[in-house]
Structures are given as structure tokens and as C-alpha cells.
């Protein structure tokens, strides 16, 4: 049996692929190319796979929205260095 994560881990697994499958298929009108860049922006701001797919799951319910808003987010997400004291989701 695998032990509990501790505070701060990542309860998932990142499933890029699998994530990224998703969502084109739930909303076929989002550019492919953006949503990678996208997911991409999210591991370099820092965000925990839980953090990206609650993220990604959110917006795709957005009639709206597209696979840019997601990069907006995570670029205008503090990096860890600035936020120092706050838990980034990182085991």
C-alpha cells in the first residue's frame, strides 16, 4: 500500500499526454499548439499536476475560453521565489 502524500505533494501524477488529450477532445475549437504551450507555461511557473488539471477541468466549462487563457494564467502566477512562504504543491 502506498503511503499518503505529505502536505505540499502533489496528490496526481502529471499525465501531460493524457491531459492534453482531453481537453482537445472536449473542446475540439482550442489550438493544439497553444495548449501545449500552455501546459508548458504551467511546469515552469511552478504549478503541481493537481493544480494544472483543476485548471485545464475549470476552463474547459468556460464557453469562452481558450487554451491561451491557461498560459495567461500561469504566467501571471508568482514564482516560488517570489512566494516564498506559501506551499507550491511540490513533494
Known sequence: MSKPPGKGASVTQPAT??????ALAARPDWN????DVAI??????GWS????LLTVARL???EDS???DLDVQ??????P???PNWDTGRG
Open 49 to 52: 499536476p493537481d493544480k494544472t
Open 66 to 68: 481558450e487554451a491561451r
Open 17 to 22: 499526454p493524457q491531459l492534453r488529450a482531453l
Open 81 to 83: 521565489a517570489a512566494r
Open 40 to 45: 508548458a507555461q504551467c511546469v515552469v511557473a
Open 74 to 79: 500561469a504566467a501571471q502566477w508568482p514564482s
Open 32 to 35: 493544439a499548439d497553444q495548449l
Open 60 to 62: 474547459l466549462v468556460v
